[in-house]
């Protein structure tokens, strides 16, 4: 169903002889599946043999290097937007103009990723709540992930120019694939008694096989593009910076959000505090990656309708897509809501049921009103207009910050934290974006609040009787029954959306579709 309102609302008249919008989004997923799939047995696994400790300080190194990624600057955004610009007028001088100055830009932020992980080894580690005995290895790490972000952030090239080309299919592939191999390393290593320090050196290694694939890549579907430095210059990183400058700013304000939670909990918390909350925000961050599979695809699509000046298109597109972000997600924060202490226990052990269960629950409040607000963010990406957004992510993610820093202190602990996050995201959710989505883009706020938000709880409130009353009458002794149980009640989800989410002639275009199909069956039978 979803694909083929999809199809209808950005069809395959929207051509540039690549892969289509519904092949790019389920491409999308289809990575996104893999990957979860593979965190949601590798998570255990990492936590059962690192212990609390361990994992605590992984999950620190990691999320103190992730600050690193802001070094980006927005410059692999810009390289998407113009190569594909380019690309289409095909001026060929001017995309390699953009890739090489890009390159330069970013093997000058890789070298600064090296520098600032040896200041973060030296001086930043040992005043983490870290027990002694790990204090050399978080060390180490945290250098060998300033390289592998130096050695991202030039790569970074050329999956810029990948997107640009709108190859999601190519470029969900070589994830994939590198995905699952990286994860037999894991098991391989950890099952021979290695640590965090050989945990990292596979991150590089992967890192690096990533990079020489999407060079391979980039010769053989563009080979007209000329990337060299000699071909960077002032004008290229002018362009560049005109429009990465807000993406970066937006960059930051969403990692100050997202990847500060660890880090705070770290300073005032001892270190195995972190592991019972990274349980239940990772399990966010995994759904969040869901919706990414819509909106990434909407950034290319909204530049596209916008040169054709289509405003009428681009309000359908914004209206759609927000509310198939809040469809594909609603029924996971109500799992995570309803059940997700439950699945926890089931999935890492009881002793994690209820500090990672309320962390999940806390912050899967964020979701629901998220989820439509970030694929109508990228859509605005993609028409340029995304500059004011950022002081309302900025003032986000400081009030998460101070929120977060104030309450973690007393008695509230993590729960503090999390609620630190979710308050300032459901506040920016309902009082700023209704109302810049109005003045951008002409639609009335109520009109959007409808779309993305009323209509999709009302359809999904058979699906959440039905997960209560599942949880309460028939708990779950297995993950294999949790799963069954979450399959018998999706179609509640399914049979709401059809009813409530779309429209008439929608409704009775799938149902006579339907028909013909049930028909030639059982005529063939």
């Not at 069809?11 to 996104?32: D, E, H, L, T």
């Not at 992730?66 to 927005?74: P, R």
């Not at 909106?295 to 309000?315: G, H, N």
């Amino acid at each position: 169903m979803l694909p083929r309102i999809i199809r209808k609302l950005s069809p395959a008249r929207i051509s540039y002889g690549k892969p289509g919008v519904v092949r790019n989004v389920f491409s999308n997923w289809g990575s996104y599946i893999i990957a979860m799939g593979i965190n949601f047995f590798l998570s255990p696994y990492l936590v059962h043999h690192l212990g609390n400790a361990g994992y605590g300080v992984w999950t620190v190194t990691v999320s103190l290097t992730g600050y690193l990624g802001l070094l980006d600057l927005g410059v692999r955004g810009a390289v998407t937007r113009y190569v594909a610009k380019f690309h289409t007028e095909m001026d060929h001088a001017r995309a390699g103009n953009v890739a090489s100055s890009a390159m330069v830009i970013f093997a000058t932020a890789g070298l600064a990723a090296i520098l600032v992980s040896f200041l973060l080894a030296l001086f930043v580690v040992g005043r983490m709540k870290i027990p002694f005995e790990y204090l050399l290895a978080a060390r180490i790490v945290l250098v060998i992930t300033g390289l592998n972000i130096a050695v991202a952030l030039v790569s970074g090239v050329f999956g810029g120019i990948l997107i640009g080309l709108q190859r999601f299919d190519l470029t969900n592939s070589i994830e994939a694939g590198l995905s699952v191999l990286r994860a037999g390393a894991i098991v391989t290593a950890l099952h021979g008694g290695r640590g965090i320090i050989t945990l990292a050196c596979i991150q590089l290694g992967f890192t690096m096989i990533r990079w020489a694939a999407s060079i391979a890549l980039v010769r053989h579907l563009y080979p007209e593009l000329r990337l060299h430095l000699s071909e960077a210059d002032r004008a290229g990183a002018k362009l560049i910076f005109s429009y990465s400058a807000f993406s970066f700013m937006l960059q930051a304000s969403a990692t100050l959000i997202y990847a500060s939670d660890n880090v705070v909990i770290a300073a005032f918390l001892p270190v195995t505090a972190v592991a019972f909350y990274a349980i239940g925000g990772n399990l966010v961050e995994y759904s969040r990656t869901i919706i990414s599979g819509i909106s990434q695809v909407m950034t290319p699509l909204a530049s596209s309708i916008e040169a054709k000046r289509d405003q009428e298109q681009l309000q359908r597109i914004v209206l759609f897509s927000s509310r198939a972000g809040s469809m594909v997600i609603i029924p996971v924060a109500l799992t995570f809501m309803l059940r997700g202490g439950s699945f926890i226990g089931l999935w890492m052990g009881p002793q994690y049921t209820y500090l990672s269960g309320k962390v999940l629950w806390i912050l899967s409040l964020t979701l629901p009103f998220w989820a439509a607000n970030s694929v109508t963010c990228c859509s605005l990406m993609g028409m340029n207009k995304h500059k004011p957004l950022v002081p309302a992510f900025l003032i986000e993610g400081l009030c998460n910050l101070a929120l977060s820093i104030f309450w973690v202190r007393g008695r509230l602990g993590i729960f503090g934290v999390a609620w630190g996050t979710v308050i300032p995201s459901v506040a920016s959710s309902l009082l700023f974006w209704p109302w810049y989505i109005h003045r951008t883009l002409g639609i009335h706020p109520v009109k959007y609040i409808i779309s993305a938000w009323v209509r999709p709880v009302i359809a999904i409130l058979p699906f959440a009787l039905g997960t209560y009353a599942v949880e309460r009458y028939w708990p779950a002794a297995h993950l294999s029954v949790f799963f069954l149980q979450i399959a018998l009640v999706l179609p509640l989800a399914a049979a709401g959306y059809f009813l409530v989410c779309l429209e008439q002639t929608q409704r009775e275009d799938y149902s006579r579709k339907f028909l013909q199909s049930f028909k030639q069956v059982f005529t063939r039978s």
